[in-house]
């Protein structure tokens, strides 16, 4: 019942920005606590910041003052607004849905850092 689409990533420079999107159906958006993760080759998949279904943000330590999670219940938009880039950040990103009966993921999106 749920899908979930993500866009918006590409190669950056260090130190600029992207928007990434996600997409989302079903009928428990806006009732459902959503998030984004990422994951490099040979790692482990990482919350990189979440949003409760009343707003409430969180962040992993290292993207905290660079990266913003918003997102609009309407359109069943998730957002992650992403500045001042690093080469660490060079990742696969995925959309979660937190939901009764467990998580939904997207594709991903790959977000590349790099000189």
């Known amino acids: 019942q749920v899908q979930l689409v993500e866009s918006g990533g590409g190669l950056v420079q260090p130190g600029g920005s992207l928007r990434l999107s996600c997409a989302a159906s079903g009928s428990i958006f806006a009732i459902s606590a959503m998030g984004w993760y990422r994951q490099a080759p040979g790692k482990q998949r990482e919350l990189v910041a979440h949003i409760t279904s009343s707003g409430t943000t969180t962040y992993r330590d290292s993207v905290k003052g660079r990266f913003t999670v918003s997102r609009d219940n309407a359109k069943k938009m998730l957002y992650l607004q992403m500045n001042s880039l690093k080469p660490e950040d060079t990742a696969v990103y995925y959309c979660?849905?937190?939901?009764?009966?467990?998580?939904?993921w997207g594709q991903g999106t790959q977000v590349t850092v790099s000189a």
């Open positions: 979660n849905q937190r939901s009764t009966g467990g998580d939904y």
